[in-house]
């Protein structure tokens, strides 16, 4: 085998590799978008909470990291939709009652339009585009990319 041909294998594998990928990114981006849902629809009805709402109401496959959930928040803060209200000692005991952000609602016009533009979507319908199988090995770029949480205190 020279340095310009490929294994046939190795190939195959290549492209598995990559739908895989191509998979559990568009699966992290809607457990992102569902977390950004939880938090604003629980601030729309409380004004203030934490990510511990996102952990309680989105519910991950196993192979997923809940880390994840860092992504929420940011995004609806630079956006003028939520702001950090100070901290609070999360309810979940795996965490040790460590403290996490408490966010506060700053816009509810702007976060009801977000969900409304961000409906919830099925598992299987990924918001990117499907990875190019044309030999290039390249991916087709994202159709559009989610911006702007956390839960209430216990």
């Not at 990114?25 to 938090?39: F, K, P, S, T």
């Not at 609070?88 to 409304?116: F, G, I, N, S």
């Not at 918001?127 to 839960?151: I, K, M, W």
């Amino acid at each position: 085998m020279t340095a310009t041909l490929k294994h046939p294998g190795l190939i195959e594998g290549e492209r598995r590799k990559e739908r895989k990928l191509f998979v559990l990114a568009a699966r992290r981006e809607l457990y992102v978008m569902r977390g950004r849902r939880a938090l604003l629809t629980k601030l729309i009805d409380d004004d203030t909470a934490t990510t511990d709402i996102v952990r309680d109401v989105v519910t991950l496959p196993t192979e997923l990291d809940p880390k994840l959930f860092g992504a929420v928040p940011g995004p609806l803060a630079m956006a003028g939709i939520i702001r950090a209200d100070g901290f609070a000692k999360t309810c979940r005991p795996k965490a040790h009652a460590r403290p996490v952000t408490v966010w506060r609602l700053v816009d509810r016009a702007k976060a009801e339009q977000w969900l409304t533009d961000h409906p919830d979507r099925s598992d299987d319908v990924p918001a990117v585009s499907q990875p190019s199988h044309d030999g290039s090995g390249q991916s087709q770029p994202a159709q559009r990319t989610l911006f702007g949480g956390e839960g209430a205190p216990c």
